[in-house]
């Protein structure tokens, strides 16, 4: 059975994205600035171990336009060459209704994501990750969710978009690793105790 982690980069209130979309808060050293190499490093690391990933339209879209081909860029940095390689090659599966065709080792899902995910789940495979905040929202409220990696910058954008939903139920989680780096930014891992 696979395991689903649902990680993002997060404000210290909560948000994946503050109003707008605007996601200019999750550079490393504030506003508008690239992460850290280190913790450009560790979203690296994580697609590299990720054997499918799952993205919901909103995410796919802003993912997308950048990464198939940001390898190519003049001036791409030896971790954007190795990031973008390991993110054309890892298989994807974007939920949407709107979108009919997408590329780079990716297909389209455009039935109930929680039936699918139960699915891929049940496969004997390995580890996926979740992106995108509707998407993991459903996952979340219908238990599917193994794992949270929460990468906290501090910083506070006052609204947006949610990393957490409303849940029916607590769900009860167990810290199994931490990791401070530059700039103040923390993640935290979790594991949903069953």
């Known amino acids: 059975m696979r395991t689903l982690t649902f990680g993002m980069n997060v404000t210290v209130d909560g948000y994946i994205a503050a109003p707008g979309d605007d996601l200019g ?36 879209e802003a993912m997308s ?6 390898d190519q860029q003049p001036g791409a940095t030896p971790a954007e060459i190795e990031y973008a390689r390991r ?4 298989p994807k599966v ?30 004997d495979a390995g580890p996926m990750d979740i992106g995108g905040a509707t998407l993991a929202a459903a996952a979340m409220r219908a238990g599917l969710i193994d794992e949270y990696v929460i990468v906290t910058h501090p910083v506070l954008v006052g ?35 069953r």
């Open 65 to 70: 336009p950048h990464w198939p081909t940001a």
């Open 159 to 193: 609204g947006g978009t949610p990393f957490f939903t409303a849940l029916d139920n607590w769900v009860n989680l167990n810290l199994v690793q931490s990791k401070t780096f530059p700039g103040g930014v923390m993640m935290t891992r979790y594991e949903t105790r």
């Open 87 to 90: 993110w054309r090659d890892m």
């Open 94 to 123: 974007v939920f949407s209704s709107t979108l009919s065709a997408v590329d780079w080792n990716t297909r389209v899902v455009a039935g109930d994501p929680v039936a699918e995910i139960t699915r891929l789940k049940a496969e």
């Open 25 to 60: 808060w999750s550079g490393g050293d504030g506003p508008d600035s690239p992460p850290s190499d280190e913790l450009f490093q560790f979203w690296s690391d994580r697609v590299a171990a990720t054997s499918l990933s799952l993205y919901g339209r909103k995410l796919w």
